[in-house]
């Protein structure tokens, strides 16, 4: 794709060439111009932080809530997908999760029957307790038998380790019963989180580039559904080879073409540098905004642009050709040829800049060698 030829032809040079010739070669004469260094770049047009949604789960889509151009909020879904295995699951643990919370609550069976052991042990404790403290004060007096004493404290003591094991069993169960509890509760948790992934959502505002599925479509996890991004001016995206970077900083104009829109021109401005090199093309990106919004966007379509890194106007310039090696020109002295050094500035694809050794008077020998 060409880049805007006869945009850059009218903005860069326009040398006029002069039919004289010197031992049949053509004679040109320097002009004084508005001279334009550009780097070209390449790339395409991108939405503003981009980014691509996937599915968390695998299953079959029943529900696309959202089309192409659609804008969305965070926390937006935009497919459902069915699970049935995922949903039997969050059905048992939530079974298990009610089972565990009843049995912890105050009407659990089991706890109640725990309580009336430990409650009536207690009370069995007490009473043997009494009766052994009060054969103990008649024992004191001489009053009753050794053997009715000794009975009463055996008793006693039965009582006082059942109601310690009546305890136990009881805190024991309920311990168990909270472990159980807090287990349920992490498996509900998890399989809920696991249905609620069988909604595909958004985690920002935007707006939705590209839909990638269609109901009924199977999806596997971590598949791209599709492509969102923000809701401002998208970014043109470009690749600056590495022998030019030096030349680019940011606020620099850019010129621009796509192959959406052939012929049609957009500026942009460059907007960020990305300090490390892509390895493997040898390339830098750089990113640069629109300085005003263009009619249509239209995504991921590639570009060719002009990054305009230096401008001089009313400067001396001379067709890129005409010289002789890098730093001379052969002229027309006296009606003979004679090579004449000079100190150049600028260069184009087309023209070269001229800072000293000839002026707009000179004639110059194009070609000769």
């Known amino acids: 794709m060409s880049v805007f030829p006869q945009y850059i032809q009218l903005l860069i040079l326009a040398v006029v060439i002069v039919g004289q010739s010197c031992n049949d070669h053509q004679v040109i004469y320097p002009e004084k111009k508005e001279l334009i260094e550009a780097v070209y770049a390449s790339g395409k047009i991108v939405p503003e932080n981009e980014y691509k949604l996937s599915a968390l789960v695998s299953g079959t889509i029943v529900q696309k809530l959202v089309q192409d151009g659609d804008t969305i909020r965070a926390g937006q879904p935009l497919y459902v997908i069915s699970n049935e295995a995922a949903q039997a699951r969050l059905d048992a643990a939530y079974k298990a999760y009610e089972i565990a919370r009843a049995n912890l609550s105050e009407n659990s069976p089991l706890l109640h029957d725990l309580r009336l052991s430990l409650q009536n042990a207690a009370v069995k404790c007490s009473t043997d307790s009494l009766n052994y403290h009060r054969r103990k004060n008649l024992w004191s007096k001489q009053i009753g038998t050794r053997d009715n004493l000794d009975n009463a404290y055996s008793a006693y003591q039965i009582a006082r380790n059942q109601e310690k094991i009546a305890e136990q069993k009881y805190y024991s169960a309920l311990n168990d019963l909270q472990v159980q509890y807090r ?8 399989a809920r989180k696991e249905v609620e992934e069988l909604y595909v959502r958004s985690d920002r505002d935007g707006i939705v580039y590209q839909t990638f599925k269609e109901a009924g479509e199977s999806v596997y996890v971590n598949e791209v559904v599709a492509m969102l991004g923000d809701k401002t001016l998208p970014v ?134």
């Open 183 to 190: 287990n349920a509760h992490s498996q509900w948790v998890a």
């Open 236 to 369: 043109v995206r470009l690749a600056v080879d590495q022998q030019d970077i030096g030349s680019i900083r940011t606020g620099q104009q850019v010129l621009l073409e796509t192959d959406a829109k052939p012929g049609e021109i957009y500026e942009a401005t460059v907007s960020y540098i990305f300090p490390v090199m892509k390895e493997p093309d040898q390339i830098f990106r750089v990113d640069a905004r629109f300085t005003r919004a263009p009619d249509a966007f239209y995504m991921h379509s590639s570009v060719e642009a002009n990054i305009i890194v230096q401008r001089k106007k009313n400067t001396l310039v001379i067709p890129r050709n005409a010289l002789s090696g890098s730093d001379s020109v052969w002229v027309n002295k006296d009606g003979k040829k004679q090579k004449v050094f000079v100190q150049t500035g600028i260069a184009t694809l087309e023209c070269v800049e001229i800072l000293s050794g000839i002026d707009e008077h000179t004639p110059i020998l194009m070609a000769v060698q």
